[in-house]
């Protein structure tokens, strides 16, 4: 069972940034894509970015330039940058394989973007 421990949300300013980190309980070396989501209230869980095991990266058209996903598998850590925050992007943050699975859905962390 794949457990994955979201931290490193906060409050921040808009046009601020926060580092977000995903550690998983099994090496990363066994899983070939992870992704970043995010969820709104009162809306399903979206894709923010996944990067494949050989380091392909993928963005949503909403976060491109502006947020950097990247994993170290040895660490068992998978980390979101994100810049240039928008109050747009307040939501709770999340980290799975791509595509998710259910059962790996961890608590999340709670990312706010206000003045």
Same mark, same amino acid.
């Given at each position: ?6 931290? #490193?949300? @906060? ?5 601020? &940034?926060?580092?977000?980190?995903? *550690?998983? !309980? ?26 494949? #095991?050989? @380091? ?5 058209? &909403?976060?491109?330039?502006?947020? *950097?996903? !990247? ?45």
């Amino acid at each position: 069972q794949v457990q994955l421990v979201e931290s #490193g949300g @906060g409050l921040v300013q808009p046009g601020g &940034s926060l580092r977000l980190s995903c *550690a998983a !309980s099994v090496s990363l070396y066994s899983i070939t894509n992870m992704g970043w989501y995010r969820q709104f209230p009162g809306n399903e869980r979206e894709l923010v970015a996944y990067i494949t #095991g050989d @380091g392909f990266t993928n963005y949503a058209d &909403s976060v491109k330039g502006r947020f *950097a996903i !990247s994993r170290q598998n040895a660490k068992k850590l998978v980390f979101l940058q994100m810049s240039t925050l928008r109050p747009e992007d307040t939501a709770v943050y999340y980290c799975n394989v791509y595509p998710p699975r259910r059962e790996y859905w961890g608590q999340g962390t709670q990312v706010t973007v206000s003045a």
